[in-house]
Structures are given as C-alpha cells and as structure tokens.
C-alpha cells in the first residue's frame, strides 16, 4: 500500500505519475487531476480536456477567455483591453 501524496490516504490500488523530474503518487483520479490539471485562469475550476490557451494563460473554454479579456478574434489574439 502507498499513501497519496495529496490528502494521506493509504490505499492499497494508489498510482503513481511521473513527469520529467516530477513524480507524484495518488490514490484516485481526483486527487491526479486536482494536484496535474491546469486551474481556467477565469474560472478556476480544472482543465481536464484542450482547453483554450492564449498567451501564458489557459482557460477552461472560450466563454472564459472571451470573460477574462483574452479571447481571440478571426484574426488572431484580441489585444487587451
């Protein structure tokens, strides 16, 4: 049994997850995606699928980057504003 690194549980079926020099392990997908997945620089909530990047930041959809003042136009990155 391995005890996740993000709230403790011992668990006998944890996994661990390497990246680069990272590694990391877990008892649920839960406690993978919320210490993994990017944060919607708009929202907050985590970005499990593509996702919208522009720039430096990601956001969950386009709603959100459009809500944060970073969305794009048909011709590229609408400057801030």
Known sequence: MAVCDM????YARSFTIT???RSR???????AITDWAPACGNCGC?????GVEVEDAVFCCQHCADAAGRGRSPHGI???S
């Open 7 to 10: 709230c403790g549980n011992d």
């Open 25 to 31: 392990t877990y008892d649920s997908l839960e406690c």
């Open 78 to 80: 609408r400057p801030r």
């Open 19 to 21: 990246r680069d020099d």
């Open 46 to 50: 985590r970005v499990l699928g593509h």
